[in-house]
Nanobody, 122 residues
Framework: QVQLVESGGGLVQAGGSLRLSCAAS????????MGWFRQALGKERERVAA????????YYAGSVKGRFTISRDNAKSTVYLQMNSLKSEDTAVYYC???????????????WGQGTQVTVSS
């Protein structure tokens, strides 16, 4: 079992920045692929970014590439999402998730955090 707790959401003006953190507890953090997802009101959940076990491989959705940066600190069992140049369309609840799959590009995630709201005002 892995427990995930997100923090760092809030209200920010368009063009601003936020950094989300997701602290994990439970089984060995470094054995999980970590991802950030978001779900806006009335829309489907979207995978925003993913990072492999050691951080050597990273995926970004096209909508955030060049603006968001995912990173992880295995010693602290924490994954981060640095969000710059925020736009109103980035407004959503952001979730971190952990996958025990053997492929780092998996879309199957086993554990989810409770989510943190990010609101970007224009």
């Amino acid at each position: 079992q892995v427990q995930l707790v997100e923090s760092g959401g809030g209200l920010v003006q368009a063009g601003g920045s936020l950094r989300l953190s997701c602290a994990a507890s439970g089984r060995t953090f470094s054995s999980y692929v970590m991802g950030w997802f978001r779900q806006a009101l009335g829309k489907e959940r979207e995978r925003v970014a993913a990072i492999s076990w050691s951080g050597g491989s990273i995926y970004y959705a096209g909508s955030v590439k060049g603006r968001f940066t995912i990173s992880r600190d295995n010693a602290k069992s924490t994954v981060y999402l640095q969000m710059n140049s925020l736009k109103s369309e980035d407004t959503a609840v952001y979730y971190c998730a952990a996958s025990g799959d053997s492929s780092w590009l998996t879309t199957k995630y086993d554990y989810w955090g409770q989510g943190t709201q990010v609101t970007v005002s224009s």
